[in-house]
């Protein structure tokens, strides 16, 4: 089963809107989880993680997660979207019982229309 | 692209021959990582390394090989290229071993396989 989910495809919204992109994790001991963001031709780069304390986290370019234990969820968050946002996003998890790897959603477009 | 670089860019080569890809940084970070990255599946772990001549398997292996004779540089091959291969293939780096220790990607080998 995967690990990590995302289960919305595509988002869209209007410039100027809040967004959030949705990210939901499979339960298995405390998570290290993470946000990164891939623009069109480029690697990813990373927005936020987390890792312990505070639930809410806030990262790069006005990006914030907030974790959830309860719903096992780690939704990314801006309160205000810019067109150059718009861009492909990964939640990835960390698995304390793994040295190596991250585990990624399969990703969740974004697109925020001017 | 935090100090990592990737060639070829883009490749195009035939069903059956060798594919070297190359992965520099300039970081002197311990861990280094091959993923590849296709529509629907995000990011999957071909192979990483822990350190120089230590390299292990990761989820996706089967048809991969790799090098790491110095801290700086880990190569991906792929022995006879199919064209199941085809793929965007991205190197990370980070400096510890850890779920919560953060990956930073380079930009991406576009790897076509007719």
């Known amino acids: 089963a995967q690990s990590v989910a995302q289960p919305e495809d595509q988002v869209n919204v209007a410039e100027g809107n809040p967004l959030t992109v949705k990210c939901t994790y499979s339960?298995?001991?405390?998570?290290?989880l993470f946000w990164y963001v891939q623009y069109p031709n480029r690697g990813l780069q990373f927005l936020l993680k987390?890792?312990?304390?505070?639930?809410l986290v806030k990262g790069s370019y006005g990006f914030e997660a907030e974790f959830n234990k309860s719903q096992t969820s780690f939704h990314l968050k801006k309160p205000s979207a810019l067109v150059s946002d718009s861009a492909l996003y990964f939640c990835a998890r960390g698995l304390m019982d793994s040295s190596y790897t991250l585990d990624f959603g399969s990703g969740t477009r974004l697109l925020v229309r001017p | 692209d935090a100090g990592i670089t990737q060639s070829p860019r883009h490749k195009v080569t035939e069903t059956g021959t060798p594919v070297t890809l190359r992965c520099h940084q300039t970081e002197n970070h311990r861990y280094m990582y091959w993923y590849r990255q296709d529509p629907g599946h995000g990011l999957r772990l071909i192979h990483y390394s822990y350190g120089v001549k230590d390299t292990d398997k990761g989820e996706v292996s089967d048809g991969y090989s790799v090098s790491r004779s110095k801290t700086e540089d880990f190569l991906l091959t792929l022995e006879s290229a199919t064209s199941s291969q085809t793929s965007v293939y991205f190197c990370?780096?980070?400096w510890g071993a850890g779920g919560q220790e953060t990956q930073y990607f380079g930009p991406g080998t576009r790897l076509l396989v007719l």
């Open positions: 990370a780096i980070s």
């Open positions: 987390y890792i312990t304390g505070d639930n």
């Open positions: 339960v298995s001991g405390n998570p290290y």
